[in-house]
T-cell receptor, first 112, second 113 residues
Framework: KNQVEQSPQSLIILEGKNCTLQ??????????LRWYKQDTGRGPVSLTI?????NTKSNGRYTATLDADTKQSSLHITASQLSDSASYIC???????????FGTGTRLQVFP | EAQVTQNPRYLITVTGKKLTVTCSQN?????MSWYRQDPGLGLRQIYY???????DKGDVPEGYKVSRKEKRNFPLILESPSPNQTSLYFC????????????FGEGSWLTVV
């Protein structure tokens, strides 16, 4: 069964610190993996999209990595800010399909 | 500005009273879809549409209908809402390529009592 699992479920860090969120997936064959940021009560907003041939992709203070062999991805947030408080959702798309498999997200809280 | 607009944003309704959640996008996207988001679960696809007059079921279509008469609009219809359809609903659109960004609306909070 195609699945996307994220860890941790929730995370609390202090402003200015770095953190890393994990995503493991079983979707095969694989087309691409996306990370979305979802503020409370708002729609998800795309951070990165990576295909199987890409190992890393950055968007400002957000850096996503992908290991297609082990089916793992991580999202690293550098020098966290209060505005980073949100849920981060990992989404995987299989090849030859329009369907996306969503993880349940990691809820990040950044405190001053 | 690229936008996916949903209405209403918040709605409380009673069991059995038909309702429609509208969705409109201004990016001329071919692909549109509806998702619901419930606590502890990832977004689940309800219906999707590849183009005008082309719609298909997602993972949780029971109790929902959609139509795609125009490219920009993709309304979600609940013919006879039930309490288990209380959820946060998102409309999304993209131009169809597998690697293209998907844009989500701001969400519609629906409560069925």
């Amino acid at each position: 069964k195609n699945q996307v699992e994220q860890s941790p479920q929730s995370l609390i860090i202090l402003e200015g610190k770095n953190c890393t969120l994990q995503c493991n997936y079983t979707v095969s064959p694989f087309s691409n993996l996306r990370w979305y940021k979802q503020d409370t009560g708002r729609g998800p907003v795309s951070l990165t999209i990576m295909t199987f041939s890409e190992n890393t992709k950055s968007n400002g203070r957000y850096t996503a990595t992908l290991d297609a062999d082990t089916k793992q991805s991580s999202l690293h947030i550098t020098a966290s800010q209060l505005s980073d408080s949100a849920s981060y959702i990992c989404v995987v798309r299989g090849r030859n399909t329009d369907k996306l498999i969503f993880g349940t997200g990691t809820r990040l809280q950044v405190f001053p | 500005e690229a936008q996916v607009t949903q209405n209403p944003r918040y709605l409380i309704t009673v069991t059995g009273k038909k309702l429609t959640v509208t969705c409109s996008q201004n990016m001329n996207h071919e692909y549109m879809s509806w998702y619901r988001q419930d606590p502890g679960l990832g977004l689940r696809q309800i219906y999707y549409s590849m183009n005008v007059e082309v719609t298909d079921k997602g993972d949780v279509p029971e109790g929902y209908k959609v139509s795609r008469k125009e490219k920009r609009n993709f309304p979600l219809i609940l013919e006879s809402p039930s309490p288990n359809q209380t959820s946060l609903y998102f409309c999304a659109s993209s131009d169809g390529g597998s690697g293209n960004t998907i844009y989500f609306g701001e969400g519609s909070w629906l409560t069925v009592v």
